[in-house]
């Protein structure tokens, strides 16, 4: 009988001893973390629902999270691409400004070596280079002034001549041409030849002797050519080629083989001068 008056005593004392704490921590727990015990006490199946709630709340968070991000990392590569389109744009614009630029250089000193000599700038539509040719055509035609056998320049060098003339457009036949021949002499020695286009990026001085005065980085220019019936002349002094080599010709040892490389650009063109000669 005593031992269970003592297990009584003892079970009693610790049971109100729990009662006191719990009484306790309910004063002394702020609401928001004693509601979640409330609300299991009252409803026992929250218990097995709650982690699930508590993990869905996580993941909506971090969903939203990452959505932010991704929308922020697309706004910023259209940004990049707008800041790379912008500078494209401008380096197109500092393209052509150096390019007028250039134009109007080259002008003005065709002014000063041929005041009766009209520049007239055009524009590149359309390019044949099959078989040899070179041939461009621009615009500006006879209503414009351009006749066949006028010169035409980019940056002061001659590119070539007028070889087709229509009413709205006209057709140019390259220095490089296989069938283009200019009489030229050379800037240093006055000697005198041909430049033959070859219809590759280089062409050859022909006609010269192995004793011509003609060495390497000899520039040569336009020797004038008269007007005839089919054609306006060509200016003198118009700057054609640079020799690049000069040796004896194996095939003519009396004759130089020469090769020289036009001074005109000839790649990527867009706007050329076509000089209104022979009004």
Known sequence: ????????????????????????????????????????ARDPLVAIQWPAVVAAESSSGFLSKIWRVWGATRENEKLRAEVAS??????????????????????????????????LIVRVIAADTA?????????????????????????GALLGRICEVGSLQSRVRLVTDSRSKV??????????????????????????????????????????????SLSVGLPRGIPVAKVLRADINRRDPASLKVEAEPLARLAGLETVEVLLTGK
């Open 183 to 228: 009489g030229v002499f050379a800037l240093r020695s006055g000697q005198t030849c041909v430049y033959h286009g070859k219809g590759t990026a280089s062409g050859e001085l022909a006609y010269l002797s192995k004793d011509a005065d003609i060495d390497r980085d000899d520039v040569v220019l336009t020797a004038g050519l008269p007007p005839t």
């Open 86 to 119: 912008l500078r494209n744009q401008n380096r197109k614009l500092e393209n052509e400004l150096r390019t007028m630029r250039s134009q109007l250089e080259s002008i003005a000193r065709l002014k000063e070596m041929m005041p009766s000599a009209e520049p």
């Open 1 to 40: 009988m005593r031992s269970r008056s003592r297990l009584g005593y003892f079970l009693g004392r610790h049971i109100g001893i729990i009662c006191l704490g719990a009484s306790g921590a309910a004063l002394l727990t702020p609401g928001r973390l004693v509601e979640p015990f409330r609300i299991i």
């Open 131 to 155: 078989m040899g040719n070179e041939i461009v055509t621009v615009t500006g035609g006879k209503g414009d002034g351009v006749k066949v056998g006028q010169a035409v320049t980019i940056e």
